[in-house]
């Protein structure tokens, strides 16, 4: 009897089969040569589950039936999961389409990541975006987030949906914190909320203009999300607004329905002026129209942000609308960015597309419901050090060296021509 052999054409699969992880394979691997069904011991054949299953990036990252029909990366909380309505396609370009563009032989022993924000000096251009109900993720919620900040040296946004208080937020020590801010239809109870930020030590306001109506949030639907027991809005307690009554559908959705004033414009920019010191930064910006009136309004900034791609589906990912936004607005005023930064590489692309600086929520809340504040403590850490690390191999000492000649972007490769050095 003849032996069988391999055809040599099976040799590349074999090949690729070894040296690939097991979650890259599916989406070019032909069925019959996936790995066999995974069985959990002690389950029924009905409780089995195929490797793919298993794997949320199958879902994510596998391709179009379309040929014609491009991929789209997601800056959703899992990979697998949409966070808004039936599309999950947030924008053409991520972070990871931009590619660094280094510069050799530089000293760089020594490496400068201080900056300022509205005047005040931080040590690095990362700060925490504000992200509400943080006690849901770990019983210290705000209070540990606020002191790892502080720790970092950095700047903490408390949500206006927080479950602690402007006020016991700033029981916790020294630090810089920003407030941002929801609009509610009775003004009187804003105007007392932002003197009360004031008075607490708060050095800015974050106003959020992106919400006049919620986002429809499927899984909060499906759920019927509301907060759990002894949970409270904790800036409104005392004004019959500090509760999220349960629902047939979200209990958030009702809450922003019934309380958020949807005729917010841009002359309540200039209203907020009138009653507060404090500089306002407009968070929700990613076209070059509404810089331009950011500008024109008496900003002190701008927030480029999507809402954590939980409110319209198709809008580009932050990234990829910061350019825009920071060649409109002319250096008259900084440019931060907010959303989908998860590593210090992320960072360094932000600043080289003309951001003075990011602002990071989803990790912050993982790293605080897995380990609190020393979850907070470092993850604020490790995005430091990785960031520092780009600078370094990137040729960069100083913030300052971080220029648009050290990356390369897509529009780049579709006919923006290369920077002359």
Same mark, same amino acid.
């Given at each position: 009897?003849?032996s069988?052999?391999?055809p ?6 074999? @090949? ?17 040569l996936?790995?066999?069904l ?7 054949? @009905? ?9 949320p ?6 391709p ?19 966070? /808004? ?11 990871? /389409?931009?590619k660094?563009r280094?510069?050799?032989? #530089?000293?760089?022993?020594?490496i ?10 931080? /040590? ?19 209070? &540990? ?13 408390l ?7 402007? !006020?016991?937020?700033?029981s916790?020590?020294p ?12 003004? +009187? ?11 607490a030590?708060f ?11 919620l986002?429809?949030? !499927? &899984? *909060? #639907? ?21 509760t ?8 958030l959705?009702?809450?922003v329905?019934?309380?958020? *004033?949807?005729? @917010? ?14 500089p ?22 701008? #927030?480029? /942000? ?5 409110q ?10 910061? !350019? ?12 931060y ?10 960072v ?6 003309? &951001? ?16 609190? !504040? ?7 850490r ?6 520092? @690390? ?7 000492? +100083? ?21 002359r050095?």
């Open positions: 009897m003849r069988r052999s391999l040599l054409s099976a040799i590349p699969w074999l @090949l690729y089969i070894t040296c690939t992880p097991h979650h890259s394979l599916p989406f070019v691997l032909p069925s019959r996936r790995p066999p995974r069985v959990v011991k002690g389950s029924s054949l @009905l409780a089995r589950q195929s490797w793919r299953r298993r794997s990036m199958y879902r994510s990252t596998r179009s039936r379309s040929r014609s029909f491009p991929r789209w990366p997601t800056t959703t909380t899992h990979p697998g999961r949409r966070t /808004s309505g039936p599309s999950r396609r947030t924008g053409r370009h991520s972070p990871g /389409s931009c660094f280094p510069r050799i032989l #530089i000293d760089v022993s020594t400068d990541m201080t900056t300022s924000v509205l005047g005040m000096k931080i /040590s690095m251009p990362i700060m925490i975006s504000p992200t509400a109900f943080q006690k849901m993720a770990h019983p210290e919620g705000e209070y &540990a987030t606020a002191r790892a900040a502080s720790a970092a040296g950095t700047v903490m946004t949500s206006s949906w927080a479950t602690s208080s402007v !006020e016991e937020v700033a916790t020590g630090g810089i914190r920003f407030f941002q801010l929801y609009v509610y239809k009775d003004r +009187k109870v804003v105007e007392q909320l932002v003197r009360r930020a004031e008075k030590g050095k800015a306001i974050a106003l959020t203009v992106d919400t006049p109506r986002g429809r949030r !499927e &899984a *909060d #639907i499906k759920n019927r999300f509301v907060l759990p027991p002894g949970l409270t809005l904790k800036n409104f307690e005392g004004l019959n607004l500090g999220m009554d349960q629902a047939n559908d979200s209990g959705a009702s809450y329905a019934g309380q958020i *004033d949807r005729t @917010l414009s841009w002359k309540d920019v200039k209203w907020l002026q009138s009653i507060t010191t404090m306002i930064l407009v968070k929700g910006v990613i076209t070059a129209e509404d810089a331009r009136l950011a500008v024109h309004s008496g900003a002190a900034g701008i #927030i480029v /942000s999507n809402h954590g791609a939980r319209l589906d198709y809008v580009p990912a932050t990234i990829s609308a910061l !350019e825009e936004v920071v060649t409109a607005a002319q250096g008259r005023i900084p440019v960015l907010d959303g989908g930064v998860r590593r210090g590489t992320d360094f692309k932000a600043l080289a597309l003309g &951001a003075s600086g990011v602002f990071i929520g989803r990790p912050v809340v993982f790293a605080l419901a897995a380990e609190g !504040e020393a979850g907070v403590r470092n993850v604020l490790m995005m430091r050090e990785e960031f520092e @690390l780009t600078m370094a191999l990137g040729g960069c000492t +100083k913030l300052s060296d971080i220029t648009r000649n050290h990356i390369f972007t897509e529009g780049d490769r579709l006919g923006r021509p290369l920077p050095m």
